[in-house]
């Protein structure tokens, strides 16, 4: 059997492993000029592969119709994406927050190695070759039309895997061509927004933000919040970073995945009603923080409050903060009264920027919509309305949280929609 996979991304390598198992004849067509470019930067260019969560806590982190996904996280697990690598030559290590790494913490590395399987497996490779057209005959799909160096070629195929990626990062080859695709064939494509992106804030906050770009704070906890319902919409432990537009970093990109599906959540934002809270010591309750405090002033008690703030905070912090309290940056610390202190504290425990966006969709980490998951068979991944036609990937409706889950869901559906029962099944 002739299997043609357009898209050569995680979703579309597995799907081709799979069809290859399967004893298919299977080419990969990608527009670019090499396979898993979006690979290579995801993870900062260290690649998160998968998480090490058991497979049944997958779907609690999949806020983009999860269920859907639950015969794919039966069918090829974390631990297969692992054992691949590992048959060829990869260690991975487990990492803060069950992330899973390769050993040598390089993207390249695990993209070399899915392609050492493919070859292995004498999967064919055609790049540069943009599809434009897949062929229909009696409703089933029979083949693609593709552009190479502006030639039209034909390929006829018995199964077609359309694994083209979302519309983030189009640098990489993902730019929403396969919606437009699957729209043809008369799919729906539902409604196409950024998730995991990191998010603007108001004209006051950004000037603070502005002053602590680049700095990344680890081991804080953070709370977005309505204001206006005094509901904490998403709270999160981990990483962030200050950027000139605003806030990024891992918590942060998993709290735009549950702001982009509040109600009103635009509205809210044009109106300054919707809060991040930071906690700059969790590990501390407000009586101990203030103990802390009490200690290092007593050790600077004869310097401006400006000098006090060294071991405390990181240095671009601290400029933020004597702003943000309004105590008098030259006051002797022996002088700072009681209630300033307090301030000092409430402030270091929630620090508050204000909210406005989202960044554009072709910044983000994955696109939230696609084909509407009721049109796709979750057992088999194909299509409901085109026979010999198969999804996988972020074309489909579906988008996770950040910490690896959207890569096992490119694996998990690539693999099931290239059609091989493995051992586990």
Not at 151 to 159: C, G
Not at 212 to 230: C, F, H, P, T
Request: glycine share 8%; with cysteine.
């Amino acid at each position: 059997m002739k299997t043609i996979i357009i898209g050569g991304g995680p979703a579309g390598m597995l799907a081709a492993y799979s069809a290859s198992k399967n004893g298919d004849k299977v080419t990969i067509l990608e527009k670019m000029n090499s396979l898993g470019k979006k690979l290579l930067i995801t993870g900062k260019g260290r690649c998160n592969i998968t998480s090490s969560l058991p497979m049944e806590e997958f779907i609690s982190n999949v806020p983009g119709n999860g269920r859907f996904l639950y015969s794919c996280f039966q069918r090829f697990t974390n631990q297969d994406i692992i054992e691949i690598l590992k048959q060829e030559g990869l260690e991975v290590k487990e990492e803060r927050g069950h992330r899973v790494f390769p050993i040598t913490d390089q993207a390249k590395d695990v993209l070399e190695a899915l392609v050492r399987k493919l070859k292995k497996q004498e999967v064919q490779f055609g790049m540069n070759r943009k599809v434009e057209k897949i062929l229909v005959e009696e409703g089933k799909a029979v083949g693609v039309q593709c552009l190479f160096h502006e030639k039209r070629e034909t390929y006829l195929a018995d199964k077609i895997i359309l694994a083209t990626g979302g519309k983030s990062y189009p640098i990489t080859g993902s730019t929403g061509d396969g919606y437009e695709l699957a729209k043809q064939l008369g799919h729906t494509i539902t409604k196409l927004t950024p998730s995991l992106i990191p998010l603007t804030v108001n004209s006051i906050s950004l000037t603070l933000c502005k002053q602590m770009q680049g700095l990344s704070l680890r081991n804080i906890a953070i709370q977005i919040k309505d204001v206006e319902k005094n509901k904490i919409i998403y709270e999160d432990f981990g990483e962030m970073l200050f950027t000139h537009w605003g806030v990024s970093g891992p918590v942060i990109l998993s709290g735009s995945a549950h702001l982009l599906r509040y109600s009103k959540i635009q509205e809210l934002l044009e109106k300054d009603k919707v809060k991040l809270l930071i906690d700059l010591k969790p590990a501390l309750s407000e009586e101990k923080l203030e103990e802390r405090i009490l200690r290092d002033f007593e050790k600077e008690k004869n310097r401006e409050f400006r000098n006090s703030l060294n071991e405390l905070l990181p240095n671009k912090m601290i400029e933020p903060i004597i702003e943000t309290s309004n105590i008098d940056r030259n006051k002797k610390v022996n002088s700072i009264t009681k209630e300033e202190r307090k301030r000092l504290v409430r402030l270091l425990k929630h620090f508050e920027i204000t909210l406005r966006g989202f960044r554009p969709i072709e910044e983000a980490i994955v696109t939230s919509g696609g084909i509407a998951t009721h049109e796709i068979n979750p057992k088999t991944m194909e299509s409901k309305l085109i026979q010999n036609l198969y999804f996988a990937g972020e074309i489909i409706d579906v988008d996770a949280y950040t910490g690896g889950f959207n890569l096992q869901i490119a694996y998990s559906t690539g693999f099931v929609a290239g059609g091989y029962q493995n051992e586990n099944n």
